[in-house]
């Protein structure tokens, strides 16, 4: 079973890049355009990773990392935006007080080779955590 991955990013460009690398990595990629669709899309589905844009049209991504703290999620979060340095830095700070996994953000324009080791590094992880779950029964 490959690992999935939520690709939140309101840009229909960058979305479909993000889903396409994903695939190439062996994820499978679902995209949301929306805090509101990825809200959804958490309640009704367990993702292994997570990319997060942080300008969601009228809406701010760090509302994403809201709802992934509220639900105790701890899916690694690769946070690749446009956003100046400080924002990301402040971002990663507030994703890591909460307790989630956040990685180094990627900006923008993405560098697609440290995206795919990025996902590359998450999917060795996936793997052993299935390895460890299927020894144990």
């Known amino acids: 079973m490959l690992p999935t ?3 939140i990013d309101d840009a229909a460009v960058h979305r479909g890049i993000l889903c396409r ?10 995209g949301a355009t929306s805090v509101e669709e990825a809200d959804r899309l958490l309640q009704e589905h367990t993702f292994d990773c997570i990319t997060l844009d942080l ?9 994403v ?5 509220e639900r105790g999620i701890r899916a690694p979060v690769i946070i690749i935006s446009g956003s100046d340095d400080t924002v990301l830095e402040e971002t990663l700070g507030i994703g ?13 324009p993405i560098d697609l080779a440290r995206l795919r ?4 590094m998450i999917d060795k ?5 299935k390895l460890a779950r299927e020894s144990v029964y």
């Not at 080791?117 to 590359?120: D, G, H, N, V």
């Not at 992880?125 to 955590?129: G, H, I, N, S, Y």
């Open 55 to 63: 300008s969601l049209g009228d809406r701010a991504g760090v509302e």
């Open 65 to 69: 990392l809201r709802l992934l703290f």
């Open 125 to 129: 992880d996936f793997d052993l955590q």
């Open 96 to 108: 890591k007080m909460m307790g989630l996994n956040i990685r180094q953000p990627i900006p923008k």
């Open 5 to 7: 991955l939520l690709v």
């Open 21 to 30: 690398m994903a695939e190439k990595a062996h994820f499978k990629a679902t």
């Open 117 to 120: 080791s990025e996902l590359c």
